[in-house]
């Protein structure tokens, strides 16, 4: 499969995430190449998005990443123990990134197991910090752009055959900005973080 070209990534973020869906991301560490499916994604667009963290156009140490260009990689700590990866969207400036979520494991999956340390195929992609963890994606990745100079990009795949949305997960006190139906799932895998039955 061939690497997505860098332009295809300066769209805005609410357009990238279902694009995102079937798509491979890729690790490549010494030479061992990790990979899964895109199979669930969610948008934080910026701008007046009270749950996205470039909201009202804030530049922090944290979220500096989000305000690259597309293709970048936006990679950020939750709990002070689980990260959490995202693709910079949009142009240089704009603050948007695309959060994935969930990986259908493909390629690599004894390293992955070693990683989380668990066998159980279905849970090592299944939410952004195991999906991490499995792929070994951490802040030293912040700010890097996808290709192999990183050891991290993403393929082309092939697209879902049916696509669910739902509201965000874990947004907390955001207003209306929680019920945004801007998460994006495969809706017949069974590697999501949480099911998502009810959209399009």
């Not at 690790?27 to 909201?55: F, K, M, Q, W």
């Not at 390293?111 to 910090?129: F, I, N, T, V």
């Not at 696509?163 to 207003?175: A, D, H, Q």
């Amino acid at each position: 499969m061939s690497p997505r070209p860098f332009g295809a990534f300066s769209i805005p973020a609410l357009e990238l995430a279902p694009a995102l869906l079937g798509s491979i991301l890729v690790r490549s560490i010494n030479g061992t190449r990790v990979a899964g499916r895109i199979v669930e994604t969610e948008a934080y667009p910026g701008g007046d998005d009270l749950g996205s963290h470039s909201r009202g156009g804030r530049r922090t140490a944290r979220n500096g990443a989000m305000f690259l260009a597309g293709g970048h990689a936006y990679v950020y700590l939750i709990y002070g123990m689980h990260h959490c990866f995202n693709v910079v969207s949009g142009r240089d400036g704009e603050g948007e990134a695309v959060l994935i979520r969930a990986l259908e494991p493909l390629e690599g999956l004894d390293a992955m197991r070693a990683r989380r340390g668990r066998s159980g195929d279905r849970d090592l992609c299944r939410g952004p910090g195991r999906l991490a963890a499995a792929l070994e994606i951490d802040r030293k990745l912040d700010a890097r752009r996808l290709g192999g100079q990183s050891g991290l990009w993403i393929e082309c795949g092939t697209a879902p055959r049916k696509i669910v949305t739902s509201p965000r997960i874990g947004l907390g006190e955001v207003g209306p900005w929680a019920s945004r139906r801007w998460r994006w799932c495969d809706a017949e895998s069974i590697h999501l973080s949480r099911p998502a039955r009810i959209g399009r």
